[in-house]
């Protein structure tokens, strides 16, 4: 069974910086599609980015809201991905959410998420 676990969520000051963490298991991760979304009160569900690496190349996607200040990486020996986000804005604030596309063209399999707000 997989399980996408996050962390790293919490509160931070407009123009900070947090780390999120999603930990897999229940399988290898290597040329599975990851991504990340959030979603704040009252809103749709958003794409922030999505990391895949397959065949030595490392494959990134990223959300016109968070281009430039956001950044995914992957730790394959760990099966963990992480989600860096620098230069917070108030707009940021939601939960974020790990997903893993496994043996399919879409994200089948989430993560419980985890609560980032920016504010002062």
């Known amino acids: 069974q997989v399980q996408l676990v996050e962390s790293g969520g919490g509160l931070v000051q407009p123009g900070g910086s947090l780390r999120l963490s999603c930990a897999a298991s229940?399988?290898?991760?290597?040329?599975?599609?990851m991504g990340w979304f959030r979603q704040a009160p009252g809103k749709e569900r958003e794409f922030v980015g999505s990391?895949?690496?397959?065949?030595?190349?490392?494959?990134?996607d990223y959300g016109d809201s968070v281009k430039g200040r956001f950044t995914i990486s992957e730790d394959n020996a760990k099966n963990t991905v992480y989600l860096q986000m620098n230069s917070l804005k108030p707009e940021d604030t939601a939960v974020y959410y790990c997903?893993?596309?496994?043996?399919?063209?879409?994200?089948?399999?989430w993560g419980q998420g985890t609560q980032v707000t920016v504010s002062s």
């Open positions: 229940g399988r290898t991760f290597s040329n599975v599609l």
């Open positions: 990391i895949r690496y397959s065949n030595g190349v490392t494959y990134l």
């Open positions: 997903a893993a596309a496994v043996a399919s063209p879409n994200y089948n399999f």
